[in-house]
């Protein structure tokens, strides 16, 4: 056995977390991986849409899902020195 650790990789988010902030990683057609993070803002027809915070709407098949959670909200813009 090699002093390296497989990755264990869960999807943790279900239909449920529609409107919750979300971190999925799905491989790509050429075997790499992609990380998505953004507000889930649905999952029906086996397909996730995610919208990023730069207003982009990534659509993503679930079956190329290989892991997802949610994860916080995303923080206020500091504020500049009053």
Same mark, same amino acid.
Request: charged letters at 25%.
């Given at each position: 056995?090699?002093?390296?650790?497989?990755? =264990? $990789?869960?999807?943790?988010?279900? #239909?449920?977390? &529609? @409107?919750?902030?979300? !971190?999925?990683?799905? =491989? $790509?057609?050429?075997?790499?991986? #992609?990380?998505? &993070? @953004?507000?889930?803002? !649905?999952?029906?027809?086996?397909?996730?849409?995610?919208?990023?915070?730069?207003?982009?709407?990534?659509?993503?098949?679930?079956?190329?899902?290989?892991?997802?959670?949610?994860?916080?909200?995303?923080?206020?813009?500091?504020?500049?020195?009053?």
């Amino acid at each position: 056995m090699s002093g390296r650790f497989a990755a =264990r $990789l869960v999807v943790s988010i279900s #239909s449920a977390d &529609v @409107g919750q902030r979300v !971190s999925l990683r799905r =491989r $790509l057609p050429t075997g790499e991986y #992609s990380d998505v &993070v @953004g507000v889930l803002e !649905s999952w029906s027809n086996k397909t996730l849409q995610v919208r990023r915070r730069n207003g982009e709407l990534v659509e993503v098949p679930e079956d190329i899902v290989v892991a997802g959670k949610v994860v916080p909200p995303m923080p206020p813009p500091k504020r500049r020195g009053v």
